[in-house]
């Protein structure tokens, strides 16, 4: 691998983001969600799903780089 995984996983977010904003904004346009409550819940969980996701791979990485040192698995 050439280059760090920090370094791969945030290009790798910047090709994903722009795709998962369109096809957010292709739900949140189409009608679908009628009514406010409808609304906030959709982006309750595509903001945070989007950010937990994100936010994963680096659990990933700090458990392999464990793995890797001899720790617990």
Not at 11 to 33: K, R
Request: aromatic share 14%.
């Amino acid at each position: 691998m050439n280059h760090s995984f920090k370094t791969l996983w945030n290009a790798t977010f910047l090709a994903v983001g722009p795709a998962w904003a369109l096809l957010a904004w292709m739900i949140w346009s189409s009608g679908q969600l009628r009514t406010p409550q409808h609304q906030a819940l959709f982006l309750g969980i595509v903001v945070p799903g989007f950010i937990l996701i994100y936010l994963s791979g680096f659990l990933i990485r700090n458990r392999h780089a464990k793995k890797m040192q001899g720790g617990a698995p």
